[in-house]
C-alpha cells in the first residue's frame, strides 16, 4: 500500500518525505503503534466513546464531543445509534491500566 500526496493525489513510495510531483511535505505515519482504541475509564461523559477516539486518533476530546453533539443533532438520533454501537464495539480499558485520559484528572 503506497502513499498518495494529500495536495495533488500522486502515488508515491512508502516512506516518501516529499512529492516527486508538486513538492508538498507528505504527511508520513506516525512511527511506533498507534493507541489502541479502547474507552478510558477516567475522563468520559457517558461511555467514554468520544473519549476513545480521541486518545487514539489525537483529537481534541472537546472538539470530538462537540461534533459528536452536532452530528447527532443534524442526523435526528442515528449518531445515536452509531455511539451505542460504538459503546458495546469498543473495549474499555482493563481497570487499573496506565495512561488514564485527559491526563492530571
Ligand atoms: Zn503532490
Redesign the pocket.
Known sequence: MGVY??????A?PTGALF??????A?HAAPSGAPTPLSRPLAGRQIAGVCAALARSYGWDIAAVRVIAVVITVLSSGLMGIAYLAAWIGIPADAPGAPGVYPPGV
Do not use: K, P, R
Request: glycine share 8%; net charge negative.
Open positions: 500526496c494529500m495536495q495533488c493525489g500522486t508515491l512529492c516527486s510531483n508538486c513538492d508538498t507528505v
